[in-house]
């Protein structure tokens, strides 16, 4: 089955314990991102990548970081989180991001809270 | 950054009833997609729109992009239930890797 794989599904820590949201697609898709949902605010894309080694800065990339070292694998790392990074956290990935067609499959999402 | 709007952000129908929400923007996008997300799930694709004036049905549901490729529309007939969601609306720019942009969605409530 064709999908996007997010983990953990809901994480509860603490101020400045770092920690990395897992993401993975079985769907050989060049183009990869994550987004953070807030209410009122919808999707905000935090960084993405084009193609394996290929990252890049989003809307609002402060204070994470994500690497491409292979295809299906895009992890989203925060290194000293904070309170402000409670949200919704959406992986999604797309063929191309060059095919204007191109469809985002999304993960299931994952629930952050820092406290 | 290109700017989705959509309108209203929150709608509560009773089953059976007819709606229209609407998505814009300032800028001109090469297409655009509508979504929807259920609670606890990521969202889903329900269309692409490419050409200006384009119309497209899904059942019950008609997705219109405006001529100037700047807005969009979705109409629902019948309403039901199960269309209750996050409707988000997408913009596939030309910019050089961003190429999908959000809008805040509008969520709808269909009561039975």
């Known amino acids: 089955e064709a999908q996007v794989t997010q983990n953990p599904r809901y994480l509860i820590t603490v101020t400045g314990k770092k920690l990395t949201v897992t993401c993975s697609q079985n769907?050989?898709?060049?183009?990869m991102s994550w987004y953070r949902q807030d209410p009122g605010l919808g999707l905000r894309q935090i960084y993405y990548?084009?193609?394996?080694?290929?990252?890049d800065k989003g809307d609002v990339p402060e204070g994470y970081k994500v690497s491409r070292k292979e295809k299906r694998n895009f992890p989203l790392i925060l290194e000293s989180p904070s309170p402000n990074q409670t949200s919704l956290y959406f992986c999604?990935?797309?063929?191309?991001?060059?095919?204007?067609?191109?469809?985002?499959?999304f993960g299931q999402g994952t629930r952050l809270t820092v406290v | 950054t290109q700017l989705l709007e959509q309108s209203p952000q929150f709608l509560s129908i009773q089953e059976g009833e007819n709606l229209t929400v609407y998505c814009n923007s300032s800028?001109?996008?090469?297409?655009l997609q509508w979504y929807r997300q259920e609670p606890g799930e990521g969202p889903v694709l329900l269309v692409t729109?490419?050409?200006?004036?384009e119309v497209k049905k899904l059942k019950r549901l008609t997705f219109q992009f405006g001529d100037a490729r700047k807005d969009s529309s979705l109409h629902i007939t019948a309403a039901q239930p199960g269309d209750t969601g996050l409707y988000l609306c997408?913009?596939?720019?030309?910019?050089?890797?961003?190429?999908?942009?959000f809008g805040p969605g509008t969520r709808l409530s269909v009561l039975p």
């Open positions: 999604a990935s797309s063929f191309s991001s060059t095919v204007l067609n191109t469809e985002a499959f």
């Open positions: 990548s084009m193609n394996v080694e290929v990252t």
């Open positions: 997408a913009g596939v720019g030309n910019n050089y890797g961003q190429n999908f942009v």
């Open positions: 729109v490419v050409t200006g004036g």
């Open positions: 769907m050989n898709h060049e183009y």
């Open positions: 800028s001109v996008f090469s297409s």
